[in-house]
T-cell receptor, first 114, second 111 residues
Framework: EPEVTQTPSHQVTQMGQEVILRCVPI?????FYWYRQILGQKVEFLVS????????KSEIFDDQFSVERPDGSNFTLKIRSTKLEDSAMYFC????????????FGPGTRLLVL | DQQVKQNSPSLSVQEGRISILNCDYT??????FLWYKKYPAEGPTFLIS?????DKNEDGRFTVFLNKSAKHLSLHIVPSQPGDSAVYFC??????????FGAGTRLTVKP
């Protein structure tokens, strides 16, 4: 059964550095999402992406964040200048269609900003 | 391989009746299980959880049952209310880490 994959599983970075989190959604899915969960807190929606455009984003998704689908298979989340408070688990998800709200989640990338 | 599976993409029940949402997992190392409720463009909201040392946990109208031998858990909502209509995700984790989500089940509660 197909699954969403994410790399790396863990990343440690220095404050102010750029990080790119990578996701490979399920191949025939059209909608892609990023979520994050700060340790001990709720899972927060960051952004949804369709047809090479952001379709929705939360107030968390400010100018330091960007998403890209560079090659038709990867879906990336870039954080330009990481802050301590960016430390969290970042989940990617994909779905076949926006109305079909069942989403397949990846296993997450744990980001630690020092 | 999907380690957490929700085989029913949708479920429709009448208001006042019981809703039963099912979830299966393959990894016997999971020791903590959670149910989340989700609305569009929001993150999943935690609903109820259960540790692998228990087989039942109840919170108001919500009860989660865990059958470790069958690697199966279920969420019971009784009585179901129209406001319960949402997508429900089950999730499993190991050592409070490595959380895996199911694909979700859309519950519709009809008045």
């Amino acid at each position: 059964e197909p699954e969403v994959t994410q790399t790396p599983s863990h990343q440690v970075t220095q404050m102010g550095q750029e990080v790119i989190l990578r996701c490979v959604p399920i191949s025939n899915h059209l909608y892609f999402y990023w979520y994050r969960q700060i340790l001990g807190q709720k899972v927060e929606f960051l952004v949804s992406f369709y047809n090479n455009e952001i379709s929705e984003k939360s107030e968390i998704f400010d100018d330091q964040f960007s998403v890209e689908r560079p090659d038709g298979s990867n879906f990336t989340l870039k954080i330009r200048s990481t802050k301590l408070e960016d430390s969290a688990m970042y989940f990617c998800a994909s779905s076949a269609g926006a109305l079909q709200e069942t989403q397949y989640f990846g296993p997450g990338t744990r980001l630690l900003v020092l | 391989d999907q380690q957490v599976k929700q085989n029913s993409p949708s479920l429709s029940v009448q208001e006042g009746r019981i809703s039963i949402l099912n979830c299966d997992y393959t990894n016997s190392m999971f020791d903590y299980f959670l149910w989340y409720k989700k609305y569009p463009a929001e993150g999943p909201t935690f609903l109820i959880s259960i540790s692998s040392i228990k087989d039942k946990n109840e919170d108001g109208r919500f009860t989660v049952f865990l059958n470790k031998s069958a690697k199966h858990l279920s969420l019971h909502i009784v009585p179901s209310q129209p406001g319960d209509s949402a997508v429900y995700f089950c999730a499993a984790s190991r050592n409070n880490n490595d959380m895996r989500f199911g694909a979700g089940t859309r519950l519709t509660v009809k008045p």
